[in-house]
């Protein structure tokens, strides 16, 4: 049996670099095996929260229970992962439900009440000159009140904001009587405003200083008595687009924060009726995008020209008037702003024209879109036949007037809240955030036993596989480290017999090493190639 001795040979080398160097590999060669390994999955499967996950990744080879517990999980993670992408989707739909409730006050604002005498122009305030420019609005023939043709007369320019102003119906002729919760009232407590009915007067109005009511029912608010004039109604003689063929009132009950737009959201008072409205309010809160399609207000932003806030109507009126001055570089009278008002001629020729077309492509052209928050009055109507036989004789004496002209031309308006109360008509979303994380927070639970927690088990978990994945590529990737410069020797025992011990380990180029040199010999020789002879041993 051959019996291999090992010899080994050891240099040492006086460069203090080296040495420092050496001793680093080394600590490094003692840290890294200390380097903890990266779990494996079947002990990250038993240690994990996440059910049915360590039956399946259980020690020994795969079997029919393995099977089940693997199907079983893949079937309530499919469940788990339909009903979380079904919950996400809903969520990404921003349904949203409206609720309703009601809610008493002790005392409530009182709306702003808009009236217009249907009649635009009093027959009787027209001048010569009023009725030539007025001609092809009123239908009226372009002659003076002697009978001379147009052709013969000489008028200045027309006024058209004079010719409103002046020709309207005045509520000081109108209002007969004026009553407030119990208080009188005068014209004093209107003020004038313009639409598209002309000449129109507004009844708490002042958004700063509004009048508030105490109590509801009938006589707790607005009762006023008119004489809507019909001996001042133009006569008929050719059809026009101004031309109207009804007697009465129109009547807007609105916020002091919006403009009236009474040519279509007023109602009709007839002559001949005392009219009960009944009022409630109604305060509507509405979602902003993507909820809902309401305008949320942002601080700081630019108003409407010529309103304090923003209202539907006060954005209808804008984009009309934008519309009529792109067309006829004027706008109406009862349009805001300061650019010239158009004449008569202008009325007919281009401005009602471009109106109704504004009207008609409103969707299209004028995006007006609600406000979050809108209040808005709901309304009862109901009337009375005025004036009965007794009232009619007494009312002629008092106003001076006979009694068909008090059943022709008198009404009475009686406006109130019906209760101290308001409903409150909000919209609220259906399914927000924390609703879709408590479906899936429970889904998950139910089907597959996790949480937020064993997410962060998982997330650990994968984070160090790839630690000890790049940790090892990384060791890979470095250079060998220096070995010692030494060397070992194996020799074989029939070698040893021919030669002496340390023979072999002798063979050096000649004069490097001396012959002699035992093992063990410790007298140090300086030779330039090869250092220091330190240790020699077998």
Same mark, same amino acid.
């Given at each position: 049996m051959p019996i291999e001795i090992v010899c080994k040979i050891k240099f040492a080398e006086e460069d203090e670099k080296q040495k420092e160097k050496e001793e680093g590999d080394k600590e490094s060669l003692i840290e890294e095996p200390a380097r903890p390994r990266s779990r494996d999955l079947a002990a990250f499967a038993s240690a994990s929260t996440l059910h049915g996950l360590g039956h399946i990744c259980g020690a020994g080879r795969p079997g029919v229970r393995q099977t089940l517990w693997a199907l079983a999980f893949l079937a309530s993670?499919?469940?788990?992962?339909?009903?979380?992408?079904?919950?996400?989707?809903?969520?990404?739909?921003?349904?949203?439900?409206?609720?309703?409730?009601?809610?008493?006050?002790?005392?409530?604002?009182?709306?702003?009440?808009?009236?217009?005498?249907?009649?635009?122009?009093?027959?009787?305030?027209?001048?010569?000159?009023?009725?030539?420019?007025?001609?092809?609005? @009123?239908?009226?023939?372009?002659?003076?009140?002697?009978?001379?043709?147009? @052709?013969?007369?000489?008028?200045?320019?027309?006024?058209?904001?004079?010719?409103?102003?002046?020709?309207?119906?005045?509520?000081?002729?109108?209002?007969?009587?004026?009553?407030?919760?119990?208080?009188?009232?005068?014209?004093?407590?209107?003020?004038?405003?313009?639409?598209?009915?002309?000449?129109?007067?507004?009844?708490?109005?002042?958004?700063?200083?509004?009048?508030? @009511?105490?109590?509801?029912?009938?006589?707790?608010?607005?009762?006023i008595m008119l004489d809507i004039q019909q001996e001042e109604y133009l006569p008929i003689w050719r059809e026009t687009n101004e031309t109207s063929f009804e007697a009465g009132i129109r009547v807007q009950i609105h916020s002091?924060?919006?403009?009236?737009?009474?040519?279509?959201?007023?109602?009709?008072?007839?002559?001949?009726?005392?009219?009960?409205?009944?009022?409630?309010?109604?305060?509507?809160?509405?979602?902003?995008?993507?909820w809902g399609n309401c305008r949320a207000s942002v601080q700081g932003e630019q108003m409407l020209p010529g309103y304090d806030t923003y209202s539907i109507a006060a954005c209808r009126l804008q984009c009309e008037k934008e519309a009529v001055v792109r067309s006829c570089h004027c706008r109406m009278v009862h349009m805001p702003g300061n650019e010239s008002i158009c004449s008569p001629n202008v009325y007919i020729e281009c401005a009602d024209h471009t109106l109704d077309a504004a009207v008609e492509d409103s969707q299209e052209r004028c995006s007006c879109p609600t406000p979050c928050n809108l209040t808005r009055y709901g309304k009862e109507i109901s009337m009375v036949r005025i004036p009965n036989k007794g009232s009619a004789r007494y009312l002629a004496r008092k106003y001076n007037k006979n009694e068909t002209y008090i059943r022709e031309n008198f009404l009475v308006l009686d406006i109130f809240f019906e209760a101290l109360n308001y409903e409150a008509i909000e919209q609220k979303k259906a399914y927000d955030l924390a609703g879709l994380l408590g479906d899936i927070g429970g889904q998950m639970g139910l089907f597959i036993g996790a949480s937020i927690l064993t997410i962060l088990e998982i997330l650990d978990y994968i984070y160090e596989v790839i630690r000890d994945r790049v940790s090892r590529v990384l060791r890979h990737s470095k250079p060998p480290l220096k070995k010692p410069s030494g060397s070992i020797a194996t020799l074989g025992l029939e070698e040893l017999k021919d030669q002496s011990p340390c023979e072999t380990l002798g063979r050096h180029v000649e004069g490097t090493y001396n012959a002699g040199i035992l093992p063990n010999h410790h007298h140090r020789h300086h030779y330039p190639h090869q250092g220091v002879f330190e240790d020699f041993a077998c």
């Open positions: 993670l499919a469940f788990f992962l339909y009903q979380a992408a079904k919950s996400a989707l809903l969520y990404l739909e921003h349904p949203h439900v409206v609720a309703l409730d009601e809610e008493a006050i002790r005392e409530m604002v009182f709306p702003a009440i808009t009236i217009c005498n249907i009649n635009r122009y009093r027959h009787s305030a027209l001048t010569d000159a009023d009725i030539f420019h007025l001609a092809n609005m @009123t239908g009226l023939p372009p002659k003076d009140r002697d009978g001379h043709k147009a @052709t013969d007369l000489l008028y200045p320019d027309p006024d058209m904001a004079d010719i409103v102003n002046r020709t309207g119906h005045q509520l000081d002729d109108m209002l007969k009587s004026c009553n407030f919760s119990g208080e009188n009232c005068s014209s004093r407590d209107f003020t004038v405003v313009y639409t598209r009915y002309g000449k129109c007067y507004t009844f708490n109005g002042d958004r700063r200083n509004p009048r508030v @009511t105490r109590q509801g029912g009938m006589g707790n608010g607005l009762e002091q924060d919006e403009p009236p737009y009474i040519h279509q959201l007023g109602f009709g008072v007839s002559p001949g009726f005392q009219t009960f409205v009944s009022c409630q309010e109604q305060r509507l809160t509405y979602l902003p995008q993507p």
